[in-house]
């Protein structure tokens, strides 16, 4: 059994020093082989780990560490492949900050030491690897990907292999590595089993919704980026991809992206031919949960095994940007609750391994939809709720620009107030009054809840956006928000904003969201002129916007709901 302690300080810490280590790791000289010597079936094999050269198709070197299981005469076991993260690295020992504290290293040393195979390696660009980062080029490093799986072809003789002669492999990445996963097993059909935590469906949408580009991941990418491939980023350091810095998508990274995208090759028919574990947090703020929903049904349609856990962290931007969560930029719980069920998350990646390559039942059965509310909470549903019935928005006026800027030394004084506000009546929300709007976000209350109930889901939003600037366009930052009864605090649900910029009619999706409410709890439409998310907006100073429509949100039904004793 897997365990996992984590100390948040300890954590960053160990990033920070991580980091440095890599960037002073140019200097070093690592013992790379550039080729391995098979071992005969006759022969057992020692637990072990060394660094390879995996030349790829197009002559790159990409560096690699291959993990080496401990096996009898006559044995063989399954490959698992994995795959790291934007800025990452392989994971090049146990005991790396790959191997203690992310996710994809973690699950891939907890299968090493169960008895797999494990390939993980430096993509193009990274690490020690060659070339040029080119953002997930099917052509490039989705390419890539099966060039490993050429090279452990033709070198590791003791994979274990199905009755037609295939090689039995598994898949493991975070965010960038595992998008790899989901475009390589669109098009490679020798991998069987994908388990992406955390990736992007359409990557245009999630860097720029509504062509708004999400400023603080940008500057955080970009810097990632062009430190941690020594200052050579390739394409990202374009023209095009450098006026993002306005704030806006432009027509050529529009369409860059669009072949990076699962999204484009779904709408083609296509999908993954890998029964695939897909995990997705709802806090994430670069590629929320609605990315992991559509990758989930996508990869369902070809009748594959296709389940996803909808956990709560992923990529979180660093305090204050986002409310502090653990691991810095990136976080994963260590814990999955879905109903009855309690998992380990690690323990839960390698048994979806053993079930489809070792063909070993499973000892309790991974949910195909899992959303958790916190590492003790969630709930096993039979579908994720998509809008439902459409409440008003009052129409609202709000300062461009101001109303935002100063939440960061508001919200104490909100929590502080609370304390001595005595609880609320249960009036309904439309004798609620609209707070804010100036100074302050404005909150328009929804729905007052008169009893306990659960919202999780992807809340649609029908609305008009105006604004009083003619010369330039103002932008408005929407949110789902919840005030308890008796707290003058509002909680922006799953810290989820999306750009509205004026002047248009809105009709779409807003990231999916989860709460338990309580009765006395209002719900409502948080909307204001500025976020730290989205900080690269010199538009709309002094001006006002306008607005008002619906909002549809999504309450888990009963008959949605599974039993919690199985």
């Given at each position: ?33 550039d080729?391995v010597?098979?071992i ?185 980026g ?9 394409m ?86 986002q ?74 006026e ?32 439309s ?11 404005a ?30 366009e ?84 009963a ?8």
């Open positions: 059994m897997h365990t996992t302690t984590k100390s948040k300080w300890t954590n960053w810490s160990l990033l920070t020093l991580a980091s440095f280590t890599l960037l002073l790791s140019g200097c070093g000289m690592i013992p790379f082989r080729h010597d098979p005969p079936l006759t022969m057992p094999t020692e637990a072990t780990y060394f660094d390879v050269y995996i030349k790829s198709f197009d002559g790159t070197k990409l560096s690699a560490t291959i993990y080496q299981p401990k096996l009898e005469p006559g044995e063989t076991a399954p490959l698992i492949i994995q795959t790291h993260g934007f800025g990452g690295h392989r994971t090049f020992d146990p005991r790396s900050i790959y191997g203690l504290f992310i996710i994809s290293g973690e699950a891939a040393i907890e299968a090493w030491k169960q008895g797999y195979w494990v390939i993980s390696y430096d993509q193009r660009g990274f690490g020690y690897s060659d070339g040029s980062i080119h953002l997930m080029h099917p052509e490039k490093e989705v390419e890539d990907l099966s060039s490993v799986i050429d090279w452990a072809e033709d070198n590791m003789l003791r994979v274990t292999r199905d009755e037609n002669d295939d090689m039995l492999i598994g898949t493991m990445g975070e965010s960038y590595g595992a998008a790899v996963q989901i475009l390589a097993s669109m098009n490679d059909e020798r991998i069987d089993a994908i388990v992406p935590v955390a990736s992007w469906y359409d990557l245009e949408e999630a860097i720029a919704p509504n062509d708004h580009v999400k400023g603080a991941w940008g500057g955080t990418l970009v810097g990632l062009t430190v941690l491939s020594f200052f050579d980023f390739g990202a350091l374009n023209r095009e991809y450098l006026s993002l810095i306005s704030g806006e998508m432009n027509p050529q990274v529009e369409a860059d992206l669009a072949i990076r995208s699962p999204s484009h090759y779904c709408q083609q028919g296509k999908s993954v031919q890998a029964d695939a574990l897909f995990m997705q947090g709802f806090r994430d703020t670069l590629f929320p949960v609605n990315h992991g929903v559509s990758n989930w049904k996508c990869a369902a349609k070809n009748g594959n095994d296709s389940r996803l856990i909808a956990l709560q962290d992923g990529h979180i931007l660093p305090w204050p940007v409310s502090w969560s653990g691991f810095p930029l990136f976080n994963t719980q260590p814990n999955i609750k879905c109903g009855d069920k309690q998992f380990s998350t690690i323990d839960m990646i390698v048994s979806w391994w053993d079930l489809k390559l070792k063909k070993k039942p499973m000892e309790q059965d991974i949910p195909k939809l899992c959303v958790t509310l916190s590492d003790d909470d969630g709930q096993e549903l039979v579908q994720l709720t998509t809008g439902g019935t459409p409440q008003p928005i009052r129409k609202t709000v300062k461009l620009m101001q109303s935002g800027w100063f939440e960061l030394f508001m919200e104490p004084i909100d929590i502080m107030t609370s304390w001595v506000t005595p609880e609320d009546d249960l009036r309904p929300a004798q609620e009054e609209t707070t804010g709007g100036g100074f302050r976000p909150f328009i209350p929804v729905e007052k809840i008169t009893e306990a109930k659960l919202l999780a889901g992807i809340p649609k939003l029908k609305a008009n956006f105006t604004t009083t600037t003619d010369d330039q103002g932008t408005a930052y929407l949110a789902v928000g919840v005030r308890r009864n008796g707290s003058q605090y509002v909680e922006i649900l799953n810290d989820q904003f999306t750009p509205l910029p004026g002047d248009a009619t809105y009709e779409m999706s807003l990231p999916a969201i989860i709460k338990q409410l309580e009765p006395g709890d209002v719900v409502g439409v948080v909307v204001q002129g500025f976020t730290m998310q989205y900080f690269l907006d010199p538009e709309g100073w002094f001006s006002y916007g306008e607005i008002d429509g619906t909002i549809e949100l999504p309450y888990v039904k008959t949605e709901q599974l039993a919690t004793a199985h």
